[in-house]
């Protein structure tokens, strides 16, 4: 039985991400005008941190207004909301435990190949511990790639524990009211890569304090 060191973290982490993306699918010409107003630098608003299984998530004003276990829903209609939702949603499906993973991927993955490739690989590890303190990376900020009022690409910045930073190419897709993480099936590219620093247009998320979340 594997502890979530370094090494499972990872592999999951990257088993959730993907190795590829998604081609963008053509928007109504509402949601091109809805995309064009939206401000994709505009940052979360009352940002705080919580803790979920030793690994530190932003919460703000956009979301997640609702968290009950280990799901957490309830996201703006807006960039912002749709940048926290594909941080969020990364962590979880990444440390869920054994008992956790199978509702968490049936609640914050967009049904498809992605999902079902991602559970295959899940069920081949066992997560019963949260990622050991000074192992688990953490959140700097995140740039929005594309975006739409259905779907959003959104690269994420994160410092691992050997202070290196890398970047996450996530994709979330809106579904009714909730934004979900949509994983991508091909395997042409990596979309987790080795970055020398954050660029400078990131919507920076200030790091939590020390002793905070729960």
């Known amino acids: 039985m594997l502890r979530p060191n370094t090494r499972t973290f990872a592999f999951v982490l990257a088993t959730a991400l993907g190795t590829g993306?998604?081609?963008?699918?053509?928007?109504s010409d509402d949601n091109h005008t809805a995309a064009t107003q939206a401000d994709i630098h505009a940052a979360p608003t009352h940002l705080r941190w919580e803790?979920?299984?030793?690994?530190?998530?932003?919460?703000?004003?956009?979301?997640?207004?609702r968290i009950t276990g280990p799901i957490a829903t309830g996201y703006a209609p807006s960039p912002a909301g749709a940048a926290l939702a594909a941080l969020e949603s990364s962590v979880r499906v990444s440390v869920a435990g054994d008992a956790d993973w199978p509702q968490v991927g049936q609640q914050l993955l967009a049904a498809g190949p992605g999902r079902d490739r991602w559970a295959i690989a899940?069920?081949?590890?066992?997560?019963?511990?949260?990622?050991?303190?000074?192992?688990?990376?953490?959140v700097l900020g995140y740039t929005i790639t594309s975006y739409s009022t259905t779907r959003a690409d959104i690269d994420v910045y994160t410092r691992q524990a050997d202070n290196s930073v890398t970047r996450n190419s996530t994709t979330v897709i809106r579904r009714g009211d909730e934004w979900l993480l949509d994983l991508p099936t091909n395997q042409d590219k990596p979309v987790v890569a080795a970055v020398d620093a954050p660029p400078g247009d990131m919507v920076v998320l200030r790091p939590p304090a020390t002793g905070a979340g729960r």
């Open 21 to 27: 993306a998604f081609a963008a699918g053509c928007g």
């Open 51 to 65: 803790t979920y299984r030793g690994v530190p998530v932003p919460v703000a004003d956009e979301g997640p207004t």
């Open 122 to 138: 899940r069920a081949q590890v066992s997560i019963t511990e949260p990622v050991a303190p000074g192992v688990a990376p953490r």
